[in-house]
C-alpha cells in the first residue's frame, strides 16, 4: 500500500534524506520583531541567529494550518504525521485537526499523528524508524503500535551554548541569567514527556557535553539495534566530537549527525547540541 511520511519543519534530516525524497516538511513561521520567516529552504540561518541576537524579544513560532496539512493528504492511503512535542507547540494540535477534517470527507484514509514528545533529531530519528517499518511491510495498525513503543523508549537530551532565549521567553530570570554567565554555568537539559527539563549544571560548556554524554552512557539501552542522532546549530565540529565520544562508550548502530533548521534554531540557539537516542 502507498504511504507517505509527513513531518512538521522542526523534522531535522540530512541533505541525502531531503534528496531522497521520501519525507514532505511542512512549515512553520517564526517571527522577530514583525519581521516573518518561513522554515523551508529559503530559511537562512545566520540571518536569522544574527536578527535573535540583535533583538530583546524572543521569537515567535506558528505552527502550520490545518488546511497546510490536509494537502499534503491527498490522494493518498496511509500517511504518518511527526510533529514537534505537543508541550513546546500547536503543530502536533493542528495535524490531528487536520486529520480528523479529512477523514470527515475521506473516511477510508488512514493517518496516523506521532507527537515526537522530542523535537529535532528526535523527530528525525521517529521518521528513519516510520520508513524502516514500512520498507519491512508492516500494516497500518502495526506501525502505529510499533512507531508508539519506539516514542516511548526514546530519550533526547541537550545543551545550549548561550541562555539568552531562556532570558527572553521567561524561564530563566535575569538574575539567574547574569549569575549564568558569571559563574560560567550551563544546564544540561532533557526531555520529559515532552517538556523540558534540566537535569544537571556544570561550570563551562565542555564540562556541560561531557555531563550530557555520561548521562547518555548511564541510561542508554539495546544500543547495537538503536542509531543515535545529534543535531547542532551552527557548529558541526562540536557535533563531531560528541559522537566521537559517545561512539567511543556505546556501540550504536549508526550516528546521524544534522544541522538544525528554523524552529530548532530557535530553541537550541547559537552552538546548542541535541542527542537522541
Known amino acids: 500500500m502507498a ?37 523551508d529552504d529559503t530559511f537562512n540561518q545566520k540571518e536569522f541567529l544574527a536578527k535573535m541576537k540583535q533583538s530583546e524579544e524572543c521569537p515567535k513560532s506558528a505552527c502550520p494550518s490545518p488546511e497546510r496539512y490536509m494537502r499534503e493528504f491527498e490522494g493518498q492511503e496511509e500517511c504518518y504525521v511527526v510533529t514537534l512535542s505537543s508541550r513546546l507547540s500547536g503543530s502536533y494540535n493542528s495535524a490531528v485537526l487536520a486529520k480528523n477534517m479529512y477523514l470527515e470527507e475521506h473516511p477510508e484514509a488512514k493517518i496516523e499523528i506521532v507527537d515526537s514528545k522530542s523535537a529535532s533529531c528526535g523527530q528525525m530519528l521517529l521518521v528513519v524508524k516510520l520508513r524502516e517499518l514500512k520498507e519491512k511491510g508492516f500494516g497500518f495498525e502495526e506501525v502505529q503500535k510499533k512507531i508508539t513503543e519506539f516514542r516511548d523508549n526514546m530519550q533526547t537530551k541537550f545543551v545550549l551554548e548561550s ?30 514527556d515532552g517538556e523540558i527539563i534540566k537535569i ?20 542508554a539501552t539495546d544500543v547495537t539495534n538503536k542509531i543515535v542522532g545529534i543535531s547542532h546549530c551552527n557548529n558541526r565540529e562540536r557535533a563531531e566530537m560528541v559522537k566521537r565520544e559517545i561512539l567511543k562508550r556505546l556501540p550504536f548502530k549508526d550516528c546521524i549527525i544534522v544541522d538544525t533548521a528554523g524552529v530548532a534554531t530557535l530553541y537550541a540557539n547559537d552552538g546548542g547540541i541535541i542527542v537522541s537516542y
Open 200 to 219: 544537571d549544571q556544570t561550570r563551562g560548556h565542555n564540562k556541560a557535553l561531557m555531563r550530557m554524554i555520561e548521562y547518555i552512557e548511564a541510561d
Open 163 to 192: 541562555l539568552e532565549n531562556l532570558r527572553k521567553n521567561g524561564r530563566l530570570s535575569k538574575v539567574a541569567f547574569t549569575l549564568c554567565n558569571v559563574l560560567n554555568i550551563r544546564p544540561v537539559m532533557a526531555a520529559e
Open 3 to 39: 504511504y507517505k511520511i509527513i513531518g512538521d519543519s522542526c523534522t531535522d534530516i540530512t541533505e541525502e534524506m531531503k534528496q531522497e525524497g521520501f519525507i514532505s516538511l511542512v512549515p512553520l513561521t517564526l517571527t522577530i520583531k514583525g519581521e516573518t520567516f518561513v522554515d
